[in-house]
């Protein structure tokens, strides 16, 4: 028998890979499953039993969706910093449905590719994007040099080490939702935040940001109740405590709503690779 070709090999080498790949989706969907199965998320007021991915890392856009379900929205305004390309954020199922809002993003590599991928919705206004790294000191700036200001429905923090300082210093606007990425590493009661450093940056330890505790805490300071986090242990929900009623699961505390990290979770593929548009609304 002859050894294999190249061109065969190749091929073999892509036919096992996309069987491991597909096997690593059912894991995933499966293990999901079993864990929205236990009695803990048997409550309808649990969000975790909302979630999906559209354009979302892990499952944001589920609960999202409920959220605003319960609560309503007004002017579908958001302001989200941490974006990328904007193909996976946790707010461009939104801008397809028609808000509007401000991204802010550091890399200019990004700011690039968003310039060229939502055109249409920077043309249109839909969309603003600012390149800038986030700092305590900033913030506030660019929000209001960008025209955003008051009341909005949805602020979206995710820099990967400042979050906590840099939410706790927005006074510019005022989010009736705020997401926040939370290090579940740190689980409750540690009430932890790295020190503030405004060059501070993730190095892929668990060194970076703050416990979700510590945005509890920080949360209720601010008029914020947790009302839950998604099933990667990655983000936080929070809602302003004179909207949330009896929307959701109470207690609001850490302990309630913690959700250990499953930084894997983002491997479930929503469908085919993201590409938003431009789509026509018919």
């Known amino acids: 028998m002859s050894d294999p070709t190249l061109?065969?090999?190749?091929?073999?080498?892509?036919?096992?890979?996309?069987?491991?790949?597909?096997?690593?989706?059912?894991?995933?969907?499966?293990?999901?499953?079993?864990?929205?199965?236990?009695p803990r998320n048997a409550d309808p007021k649990r969000l975790l039993r909302c979630g999906f991915k559209v354009y979302s890392q892990n499952d944001e856009d589920g609960i999202i969706q409920e959220?605003?379900?319960?609560?309503?929205?007004?002017?579908?305004?958001?302001?989200?910093?941490?974006?990328?390309?904007?193909v996976e954020t946790n707010t461009t199922k939104l801008l397809l449905e028609g808000w509007r809002g401000l991204w802010i993003e550091a890399a200019s590599t990004y700011v690039?590719?968003?310039?060229?991928?939502?055109?249409?919705?920077?043309?249109?206004?839909?969309l603003k994007v600012r390149e800038s790294v986030v700092t305590v000191a900033n913030i506030n700036d660019l929000i209001v040099k960008a025209g955003v200001g008051g009341e909005i429905d949805l602020l979206s923090v995710d820099i990967d080490y400042n979050d906590y300082w840099v939410w706790k210093a927005i006074t510019t606007i005022n989010p009736r939702v705020v997401i926040v990425e939370y290090?579940?590493?740190?689980?409750?009661?540690?009430?932890?935040?790295?020190?503030?450093?405004?060059n501070g940056s993730w190095d892929g330890s668990n060194f970076f940001g703050a416990s979700l505790e510590a945005f509890v805490k920080l949360g209720r300071d601010k008029g914020y109740r947790i009302v839950g986090c998604n099933f990667s242990g990655s983000n936080a929900f929070f809602v302003r405590s004179d909207l949330a009623g009896d929307h959701f699961l109470q207690p609001a505390t850490a302990e309630e709503h913690y959700e250990p990290a499953r930084y894997f979770f983002s491997n479930l593929q929503s469908g085919h690779r993201g590409r938003p548009g431009p789509y026509l609304p018919v």
Do not use: C
């Open 183 to 198: 290090n579940a590493t740190l689980r409750p009661p540690l009430s932890l935040v790295v020190p503030y450093d405004p």
């Open 67 to 86: 959220i605003f379900k319960r609560i309503g929205t007004t002017n579908r305004t958001f302001v989200e910093f941490g974006v990328e390309t904007g």
């Open 112 to 126: 690039a590719e968003i310039q060229k991928i939502f055109a249409h919705k920077l043309a249109g206004g839909g």
């Open 7 to 38: 061109q065969e090999m190749l091929q073999w080498t892509r036919l096992n890979s996309n069987v491991l790949i597909a096997r690593l989706q059912v894991d995933i969907l499966r293990l999901w499953s079993d864990e929205l199965a236990k």
